[in-house]
Nanobody, 119 residues
């Protein structure tokens, strides 16, 4: 059984910062790509940022220069540092990871954490 557990969401004023964390646990052999998606009410789930096992990153245009994704491979954890937050960043944030278990790779999702940015 593999689980992704997120933490760090909350309510913040515009211009503020939050740091999200997502830890993977279970019978993990290895983890390839990890990332963060978000879903605002009435909208589809969109990519925010992703990072490969070697540390290469890419970001949605809307968060470039404000958000930073990183990972600690020893802790099976991915982070999302969010600065200069805007009301339009309000959404449920989901982490995801491509995890190899018993020779099979599949994508896993966290349960989501709410981020609310007030104006």
């Amino acid at each position: 059984q593999v689980q992704l557990v997120e933490s760090g969401g909350g309510l913040v004023q515009a211009g503020g910062s939050l740091r999200l964390s997502c830890a993977a646990s279970g019978r993990i052999f290895s983890i390839n790509g990890m990332g963060w998606y978000r879903q605002a009410p009435g909208k589809q789930r969109d990519l925010v940022a992703r990072i490969t096992s070697s540390g290469m990153t890419n970001y949605a245009d809307s968060v470039k220069g404000r958000f930073t994704i990183s990972r600690d491979n020893a802790k099976n954890t991915v982070y999302l540092q969010m600065n200069s937050l805007k009301p339009e960043d309000t959404a449920i944030y989901y982490c995801t990871a491509e995890i190899v278990v018993a020779g099979t790779s599949r994508r896993y999702w966290g349960q989501g954490t709410q981020v609310t940015v007030s104006s």
